[in-house]
């Protein structure tokens, strides 16, 4: 089955700080991944969309200068939160599809990266 | 924009009794709808999908039905097992791009 992964699981650091997420898909290549931000008790909201080769497609209310998105190969897209606040801390989690699921879009999401700024 | 309801309480069965999570939305006719289940502090694990020209699709223990003139989905968990209980999540497809937005979950308690 389509795997992905995330790291690090947990982040810990202090306000201001810039922290980089990563994820990857490890045996299929996705030319999209989607990232997620879900607070506790709350849904999960789709962030952006991150395309390989090109810029990362935004969803409305979320700062594109806050939240960097690379996609720089078909199996790796990092997210990078820079200058954190409290505010950030939160559950973030990606997902991709394979392209054999692609027409239905079967999400293979990644186990999350918790993260919490001091 | 689309809106997802699902109970936002939670629902506590006995083991071996039949588990009917519900998913109603608004303002929007998708084309599918996924169901996935997630652990405390896990990412999302996909469950089944059903297309709008689908009314029951099932597998194994599970069984989703889709009513697009209700505008509502059911899940269904049959013989309930401790080992399922989880927040269940309904899905469906954004108007525009190859996107996905998330009901809030129904968490799923079952009790031996």
């Known amino acids: 089955g389509a795997v992905v992964s995330q790291h690090p699981s947990r982040v810990i650091c202090k306000s201001g700080t810039s922290v980089k997420i990563e994820c990857r898909s490890l045996?299929?290549?996705?030319?999209?991944m989607f990232w997620y931000r879900q607070f506790p008790k709350q849904s999960l909201m789709l962030m952006a969309t991150?395309?390989?080769?090109?810029?990362?497609?935004?969803e409305q209310g979320v700062e594109k200068d806050k939240f960097l998105i690379n996609h720089a190969s078909l199996t790796l897209s990092t997210l990078t939160v820079t200058s954190a606040h409290p505010e950030d801390s939160s559950f973030y989690i990606c997902?991709?599809?394979?392209?054999?699921?692609?027409?239905?879009?079967?999400?293979?999401f990644g186990p999350g990266t918790r993260l919490t700024v001091l | 924009s689309q809106k997802i309801e699902q109970n936002s309480e939670a629902l506590n069965i006995q083991e071996g009794k039949t588990a009917t999570l519900t998913c109603n939305y608004t303002?929007?006719?998708?084309?599918?709808l996924q169901w996935y289940r997630q652990d405390p502090g896990r990412g999302p694990v996909f469950l089944l999908l059903i297309r709008e020209n689908e009314k029951e699709k099932r597998k194994e223990r599970l069984k989703v039905t889709f009513d697009t003139t209700l505008k509502q989905s059911l899940f269904h968990i049959t013989a309930s097992q401790p080992a399922d209980s989880a927040t269940y999540l309904c899905a469906l497809d954004m108007e525009y791009g190859n996107k996905l937005v998330f009901g809030a979950g129904t968490i799923l308690r079952v009790k031996s």
């Open positions: 991150s395309n390989e080769g090109s810029k990362a497609t935004y």
């Open positions: 045996d299929f290549q996705a030319t999209t």
């Open positions: 303002n929007y006719s998708p084309a599918y």
């Open positions: 997902s991709a599809s394979p392209p054999d699921r692609v027409s239905y879009n079967e999400q293979f």
